[in-house]
């Protein structure tokens, strides 16, 4: 069994969904998404944040982390 690869799925499973309640209108609710993504833009790898961005935004934002 690849444990880390499951847990690389899991991680692009959550946070698309995370990013889903971004559309929410619940000011709390944003706000602990823009902190979740926070925490994922500093510890998680790059490509697999730039996987959930919208096309063309993805290389030119991560690259100056």
Same mark, same amino acid.
């Given at each position: 069994k690849n444990n880390s690869g499951?847990?690389?799925?899991?991680?692009?499973? +959550?946070?698309?969904?995370v +990013?889903?309640? +971004?559309?929410?209108?619940?000011?709390?609710v944003v706000k602990s998404v823009l902190g979740f993504v926070k925490v994922a833009a500093m510890r998680l790898?790059?490509?697999?944040?730039?996987?959930?961005?919208?096309?063309g935004a993805g290389a030119a934002a991560f690259s100056r982390l």
């Open positions: 499951e847990l690389y799925l899991k991680t692009k499973q +959550l946070l698309a969904t +990013l889903l309640l +971004l559309r929410s209108q619940s000011r709390e790898p790059a490509e697999t944040l730039t996987e959930q961005l919208p096309v």
